[in-house]
């Protein structure tokens, strides 16, 4: 789920810089604003390192196979934290694996920037459920639906920017295809936020105040 | 009599034109193509994947268009335009850019691939690289905090 350089036209790489570098400074603003800025950056840290290793932990779906990408731990881990860890740790990629690229990084942080938010709200408004099995389905949805919702902005941004020369109907079934097989991947991931979160939960319950 | 039916005949085939020619003849030769297979970064093949190439003077509008086998390959015979042409290989949103360069004979082609993999080893090196750092930011950041009271 990472768009590479050469894929997108012009326009969509900028619109995607653009949008990524507001949701930075609104994410920096609201860290700025915090009582104690620097207290997340430790946590920041460790999970920007999950994140840029996750990605090449793959996983065989046949025919394809799709790797971890994780936005809904991002977002219910890091709050604001997650869109700079996720801009850091896509560079980190694109730059060392080539995944993803230099031009398509704004698009890129949008496509998993949002998911993460959007994780990051669901947990701080259910978030503090106290009953096991409240906590494990708003945990799974968080998780699972930031994947879908990544997998939706990544096709949509891809189909808008198809260039006419392709063959249209071979591209969207490749790409119907491609989200198909990220569906055992949302529940995975699902998974892995309930687990994180329930750790938590026993262990440091303090941790998992989002801000 | 006979002629009486020789005779249309001979006017048919003479009006009726090349569609009445039922030779045909196949001109062969062996030419200089460039063979392309294109794979994902974990050793998965391109199946079906959409090739562009872009002739030296035209990198807006593709020269060829194709797709891939099923073993992810591709072969086609660049033009005489002298430069680099460009190869494109893209499935659903994942791709890459290949170069071929033809000399101005026309003949002389070099290839130039995209990069290729990289080693399990570098992989490793490279992510417990980052991953050490992640671990120093966050350890800095630990100790920068002020003593909590015991």
Redesign the interface.
């Known amino acids: 789920m990472h768009i590479p350089d050469g894929i997108l036209p012009l326009g969509l790489s900028l619109g995607g810089w653009a949008i990524a570098a507001g949701l930075t400074a609104l994410s920096l603003n609201r860290i700025a604003a915090q009582p104690d800025p620097r207290a997340g950056l430790p946590r920041a840290a460790m999970m920007t390192a999950a994140f840029f290793a996750a990605s090449l932990i793959h996983i065989p779906v046949p025919p394809s196979s799709v790797h971890l990408v994780l936005p809904g731990l991002m977002g219910a881990m890091l709050g604001w934290y997650a869109l700079p860890a996720i801009l850091i740790g896509l560079a980190f990629q694109a730059v060392m694996f080539g995944h993803g690229g230099l031009t398509t990084l704004g698009v890129n942080a949008v496509i998993l920037g949002l998911p993460a938010l959007a994780a990051f709200g669901l947990t701080r408004n259910l978030g503090h459920v106290t009953q096991r099995a409240a906590a494990a389905i708003v945990g799974f949805a968080t998780g699972a639906g930031a994947v879908l919702l990544a997998v939706a902005l990544f096709a949509a941004i891809l189909l808008a920017g198809l260039p006419a020369h392709l063959d249209a109907g071979a591209e969207r079934a490749a790409i119907t295809a491609l989200a198909l097989a990220h569906l055992p991947l949302a529940l995975a991931e699902g998974m892995v936020v309930v687990a994180v979160l329930g750790f938590l939960r026993r262990t440091s319950p303090e941790m998992i105040v989002a801000r | 009599m006979l002629s009486a039916i020789v005779k249309p005949l001979i006017a048919a085939l003479l009006l009726a034109g090349p569609a009445a020619a039922h030779g045909a003849f196949v001109d062969m030769g062996t030419t200089e193509a460039v063979a392309i297979q294109a794979r994902?970064?974990?050793g998965?093949l391109m199946a079906?994947?959409?090739v562009?190439v872009f002739a030296p003077d035209n990198p807006a509008?593709?020269w060829l268009?194709g797709?891939t086998d099923a073993d992810g390959r591709f072969v086609f015979v660049p033009g005489d335009r002298a430069g680099q042409w460009a190869v494109?290989v893209?499935?659903?949103?994942?791709?890459?850019?290949g170069y071929v360069t033809v000399g101005t004979d026309g003949a002389a082609i070099t290839v130039t691939a995209s990069?290729t993999g990289?080693s399990w080893a570098q992989?490793l090196l490279?992510?417990a690289s980052?991953?050490w750092g992640?671990?120093g930011?966050?350890?800095y950041?630990?100790r920068?905090?002020p003593a909590e009271p015991a």
Request: charged share 15%; hydrophobic share 45%.
């Open positions: 994902y970064d974990t998965a079906g994947a959409q562009s509008q593709p268009t797709m494109q893209r499935q659903a949103g994942h791709g890459a850019m990069r990289l992989r490279m992510v980052v991953v992640c671990i930011t966050a350890l950041f630990r920068l905090r």
